[in-house]
């Protein structure tokens, strides 16, 4: 039995090593151009297929890494909802979008590689899909994204679905770019991430409530 | 003579086939990832200096890529700036932000990488400035720039950076997925580049007139 659990607990940090070493390379270098190879010896094994071992594909690998934050964005979001009045305006439905994702940022210091990644993944369709089902496609994300369209009655579906998809650019690339500059030394707009949401939150209520041209 | 022209008119047919063959492969794999070698083989060339040969280093290849279609972008929006009139409000200064690019966008067909060729040159600090150089920092843009600061003259200054900033990668991006569904047979918000132009002018119009929060 205890080698069992040593053995588990052994494979448990290769998993973690794996997912530090991926999320790095796919932000450095982009998803389709980092292979299982790489990412095995980045991660420290002798044995080159480490990843195929511990994850199966690279689409599984992407999934893994995707899923291992989003039940702790989950947990920020649903209790930002619990607390959220009845009477919440668009802008308070709007933050339960931004702030699990830039508080999970602040928390993880300088140098993180997560929001790249997560730009790197969603410009491969196939990857952008699984991101989507694994960070989008939650109970507190349905819940959220229901609460903001009540407040959006006469949008039409086309443009919903539109600023939906500007929203997921404009948060992912808006924190991206914020990472790499924090990493690299270079300026930021803004002095914090707290200030970061601020200022996404509004420029996204801006966005949803703008008048549509027919 | 004769001779001289007829070489000089080969080399410009190999910059061409250079600058095709290097938006596409930085559109599909990243500016970092793509070796010139690379280039000059995808393009035809037996001499495998001949990226090195025709622009130097990589970074004057992007800056040649940027700056070909910046001539043409310059005009449109040149254009569409002398017919603006004096009573011209916020989303008509955002028109010539954005139509220049989708139009030139829509005449390039299907496929096109430039979208997706800036958008990862944008991810590249040292090549974002030079992006930013040879196309935002030219006349039309500037009076561009000039007539939306006239029409926000309260806005903090680093709110109009971070707008600016947002602005830029919400374009960017949103033209690089449109880009790249079109190209692999995916879905899009939008069925025209005009309709798309349509959708971004609206949401950049509510998001750069979206109160401030202090």
């Not at 494979?11 to 450095?28: C, G, H, K, S, Y």
């Not at 500059?181 to 970061?196: I, M, N």
Request: charged letters at 25%; a neutral charge.
């Amino acid at each position: 039995m205890v080698k069992v659990a040593v053995r588990s607990e052994r494979a448990q940090e290769t998993r973690v090593a794996i997912l530090d070493a991926a999320e790095r390379l796919f932000a450095e270098h982009g998803v389709g151009e980092v292979s299982n190879r790489q990412i095995s010896e980045a991660a420290g094994q002798a044995n080159n297929f480490a990843v195929g071992y511990h994850f199966g594909s690279k689409t599984e690998l992407v999934r893994a890494i995707v899923h291992r934050y989003a039940t702790e964005t989950e947990q920020r979001r649903l209790r930002m909802l619990a607390a959220l009045p009845d009477s919440a305006d668009l802008r308070e439905w709007i933050s339960c979008l931004v702030r699990p994702v830039t508080d999970h940022l602040d928390g993880l210091g300088v140098p993180s590689w997560r929001a790249r990644c997560l730009a790197q993944a969603n410009t491969v369709p196939a990857l952008r899909r699984i991101v989507i089902e694994e960070s989008v496609a939650t109970p507190s994300m349905r819940r959220t994204l229901e609460g903001m369209s009540r407040l959006l009655p006469g949008l039409p579906e086309e443009v919903h679905r539109e600023r939906g998809d500007m929203s997921r650019l404009l948060v992912l690339h808006t924190l991206a770019e914020r990472e790499r500059a924090l990493h690299e030394g270079g300026t930021t707009a803004r002095t914090s991430w707290e200030a970061t949401a601020v200022g996404l939150i509004d420029a996204l209520g801006g966005l949803w409530f703008a008048p549509v041209t027919t």
